[in-house]
Nanobody, 120 residues
């Protein structure tokens, strides 16, 4: 069974920065794509950033130029560096990973989420 754990959320003032981590554990053979989603109060879950196995990235228009997604394959960890944060970035951030494991073949796993609050 593959488990994802997000960390790094918290309270930050507008204009500030946070770095989120998504660490995958279990009998993982490889991580293919890893995505960061977020869900604000009263909003639907939305895709924020994505990174593929070859390192190519994609971002929602609302975060382009402010957020950077990266991965450390040796640690099975994906990061989301968030800068110039705005109150509208306030949300629970989730990571979703797809890959292969020794236990059950292909997997599609979600983390439990980490809360980011941008407020003065």
């Amino acid at each position: 069974q593959v488990e994802l754990v997000e960390s790094g959320g918290g309270l930050v003032q507008p204009g500030g920065s946070l770095k989120l981590s998504c660490s995958a554990s279990g009998r993982i053979i490889s991580l293919r794509s890893v995505d960061w989603f977020r869900q604000g109060s009263g909003h639907e879950r939305e895709l924020v950033a994505a990174i593929s196995s070859d390192g190519s990235t994609d971002y929602a228009d609302s975060v382009k130029g402010r957020f950077t997604i990266s991965r450390d394959n040796a640690k099975n960890t994906v990061y989301l560096q968030m800068t110039s944060l705005k109150p509208e970035d306030t949300a629970v951030y989730y990571c979703n990973a797809k890959g292969s494991s020794w236990a059950g073949g292909r997997f599609d796993a979600w983390g439990q989420g980490t809360l980011v609050t941008v407020s003065s």
